[in-house]
């Protein structure tokens, strides 16, 4: 058997912010049939392209160890080429990155354990957050038709473009970047001091502190991240 397949079932995990737990779906992941199945409501090409992408931010996640766009471009090939070749299963190719990534980071870090603790983290990352809402929430045709689907696009379908990383091995924020849906300025917020209402910024990918955490589908903390790709 082709290495991952076994394990699709495993459930989505509760992805908890703010003090409440959410549940981004509440059936199993797919299985390999549901995958393969060709009247699904999935475009694999857009998939893969997606995950393409995601492949480049997860290798970007080591730019302190000199990676920029150019040199993670053969992350991204080695992430395509399997989501091609496993039907988007996220398992099987967050495995695949977690070895291209070991490949990569050998000459970087003299220390195997620590480079391949550092690929697991990229494995699991990409595994249970960045893969899932391009390959698998696509499949569930009632996901983005839910009331949490509803509740998140409100908070965070402005960010729907902005797309964040951390900075691996450093204690640095996330960077993010993109363009948000539409520009504009921030709801105003009441200061009681002056009681009066003040707007502190505009709608940004990339500033105080925005995207909010909720919206953001790299972590647990990213309790809207699965739906990031619902319209």
């Not at 797919?30 to 009247?39: K, R, W």
């Not at 160890?65 to 471009?73: D, H, I, K, S, V």
């Not at 989501?83 to 996220?90: D, E, L, R, T």
Request: proline letters at 6%.
């Amino acid at each position: 058997a082709r290495r991952g397949t076994g394990v699709l079932r495993h459930r989505f995990l509760g992805l908890c912010g703010l003090g409440a737990c959410w549940l981004a779906a509440a059936a199993a992941w797919p299985t390999e049939d549901d995958l393969a199945a060709v009247n699904n409501s999935r475009n694999l090409t857009t998939v893969c392209q997606r995950l393409r992408y995601e492949a480049g931010d997860a290798c970007m996640e080591y730019q302190q160890l000199g990676f920029n766009r150019q040199t993670c471009r053969p992350w991204q090939v080695a992430v395509e080429a399997a989501c091609y070749q496993s039907n988007g299963n996220c398992t099987y190719v967050a495995e695949e990155l977690r070895e291209f990534c070991r490949f990569r980071l050998q000459d970087l870090i003299p220390n195997a354990a620590v480079a391949y603790g550092y690929c697991v983290t990229t494995e699991r990352q990409f595994r249970d957050y960045r893969c899932p809402p391009s390959s698998y929430a696509p499949i569930n045709d009632t996901l983005c038709a839910s009331e949490e689907a509803a509740a998140c696009m409100v908070e965070c379908g402005n960010y729907q473009d902005c797309y964040c990383r951390v900075q691996l091995g450093t204690n640095n924020p996330d960077i993010c970047e993109g363009e948000v849906v539409i520009p504009g300025p921030l709801p105003p917020v009441y200061d009681p001091y002056f009681q009066t209402y003040t707007v502190l910024g505009n709608y940004s990918c990339s500033t105080l502190g925005q995207p909010p955490k909720a919206c953001r589908h790299i972590d647990a903390e990213g309790r809207c991240g699965i739906f990031k790709h619902c319209e």
